[in-house]
C-alpha cells in the first residue's frame, strides 16, 4: 500500500534561495561526494550534490483529495525523515518500472539536496525535504 503524505505548504513571497550546484560525471565522482543518511546532514549540505542513501518508498501526495498526485516516490532516511525525489512537478513524477524496481529497498540516489522544495521566484516551498537533478538511482 503506498504512503501518503500530506505536505504543508509555507508562503516566502520573494524569497529565492541561491545554492551552487556542483557537476556530477562519473561514477568516480560519484564516489567522492558526502553520503546523507539524516535531516542533520541535509540541513548542512543543502543546495549541493550529494549521495543520498535510505529505503525508496512509493507514495500518493494527497493534497484536498486529487489524484493527480500519485506516482511520487520518496527515499526514508535512518531518521525517519522522508525525502522527496524530485523538486520539479516533471521530476517528481517517476516511472512505474522504477518504482516497481525500487519499493522497500535500500537505494542510493545521487543528487541536489534541499531542506525544502525550493519554490518559484516569489512563490511557495513545500516544507519536505527534496532531491533534484537527480544524476543516478541505484540500490545499495
Known amino acids: 500500500m503506498p504512503l501518503v503524505v500530506t505536505a504543508m505548504v509555507v508562503y516566502l513571497g520573494s524569497c529565492t534561495a541561491q545554492h551552487q550546484q556542483s557537476k556530477v560525471k562519473s ?3 560519484y564516489a567522492r561526494l558526502p553520503i546523507v543518511k539524516n535531516f542533520k546532514a541535509i540541513w548542512k549540505m543543502g543546495g549541493t550534490n550529494v549521495r543520498l542513501h535510505g529505503e525508496y518508498h512509493p507514495f500518493d501526495l494527497n493534497v484536498e483529495n486529487l489524484n493527480a498526485f500519485k ?3 520518496l527515499v526514508r532516511l535512518t531518521d525517519g525523515r522522508e525525502v522527496l525525489l524530485g523538486t520539479t512537478w516533471e521530476e517528481r513524477m517517476r516511472p512505474t518500472a522504477e ?3 525500487f519499493k ?3 537505494v542510493e540516489v545521487v543528487g541536489t539536496v534541499f531542506p525544502s522544495i525550493p519554490g518559484n521566484e516569489g512563490g511557495a516551498t513545500l516544507a519536505i525535504s527534496a532531491i533534484g537533478k537527480i544524476q543516478y538511482l541505484g540500490l545499495r
Do not use: D, N, S
Open 27 to 29: 561514477p568516480v565522482e
Open 71 to 73: 506516482g511520487q516516490a
Open 99 to 101: 518504482i516497481e524496481q
Open 104 to 106: 522497500f529497498q535500500q
